[in-house]
């Protein structure tokens, strides 16, 4: 069964950072576009990055463009996104999510259409 596992999450300043990470199981990730998204309370889950399987494109939020940076190293079959300068705006549940499809296409698809979902990681931004 493809199962997905985030770690990394924490509490955090403003202006801190903290890097996330998400290991695959059961599937090998080199095959898949993967994705970050994230839920904050009261609000729908949104995307925050992808990569492709080659990891030669990526794409980001605009809200977080600049300070996240996702990668993957798949002979770990592992996902990663670093983020710094972290703002109170990014606190959320963090999950990853891994796809067949083309990485432009991760931002628009429906959360049950991924191959693998991760059950998400608190990332929590406070002073």
């Known amino acids: 069964q493809e199962q997905l596992v985030e770690s990394g999450g924490g509490l955090v300043q403003p202006g801190g950072s903290l890097t996330l990470s998400c290991v695959a199981s059961?599937?090998?990730?080199?095959?898949?576009?993967i994705g970050w998204f994230r839920q904050a309370p009261g609000k729908e889950r949104e995307f925050v990055a992808g990569?492709?399987?080659?990891?030669?494109?990526?794409l980001y939020a605009s809200s977080v463009k600049g300070r996240f940076t996702i990668s993957r190293d798949n002979t770990k079959n592992t996902l990663y996104l670093q983020m710094n300068n972290l703002k109170p705006e990014d606190t959320a549940v963090y999950y990853c999510?891994?796809?067949?499809?083309?990485?432009?296409?991760?931002?628009?698809?429906?959360?049950?259409?991924?191959?693998?979902r991760g059950q998400g990681t608190q990332v929590t931004v406070s002073s």
């Open positions: 999510a891994a796809s067949g499809d083309s990485v432009e296409l991760l931002s628009s698809k429906q959360w049950g259409d991924f191959v693998g």
């Open positions: 059961g599937f090998t990730l080199d095959d898949y576009s």
């Open positions: 990569i492709s399987w080659s990891g030669f494109s990526t």
